[in-house]
């Protein structure tokens, strides 16, 4: 699976941006897609996960109320709309996939190239 993100921007606190994953490949083997994001010195981290059906979600609990994380698999997409964004969001985010679902916080087996979201206070 290939994946690509994009969204990313330079944002002040409080407002919205919206990233979105394209995925091509082996669409079939995909059963979860989830946002991580790594800010400057620090570990990559989970953001959220949705499983491919629909059926699932899980958030990080600094991303609880803010994001929403949602597919498309008509368009084999997925997007995560970030509101009330604040300058600790900053953070290079990637998106990636899991064949499944147990596998998608721990373990994704693809993941995009990341995008950048700068949030100025």
């Known amino acids: 699976v290939q994946l690509q993100a994009s969204g990313g921007g330079l944002v002040q606190a409080g407002t919205s941006l919206r990233l979105s994953c394209a995925a091509s490949?082996?669409?079939?083997?995909?059963?979860?897609m989830g946002w991580f994001r790594q800010a400057p010195g620090k570990s990559r981290e989970f953001v959220a996960a949705?499983?491919?059906?629909?059926?699932?979600?899980i958030y990080a609990d600094s991303a609880k109320g803010r994001f929403a994380i949602s597919r498309e698999n008509a368009k084999n997409a997925g997007y995560l709309q970030m509101n009330s964004l604040k300058p600790e969001d900053t953070a290079v985010y990637y998106c990636?996939?899991?064949?499944?679902?147990?596998?998608?916080?721990?373990?994704?087996?693809?993941w995009g190239q990341g995008t950048l979201v700068t949030v100025s206070s």
């Open positions: 990636a996939t899991a064949p499944s679902w147990r596998y998608i916080r721990i373990g994704p087996s693809s």
């Open positions: 949705i499983a491919w059906d629909g059926g699932n979600t």
């Open positions: 490949g082996r669409i079939s083997s995909i059963d979860a």
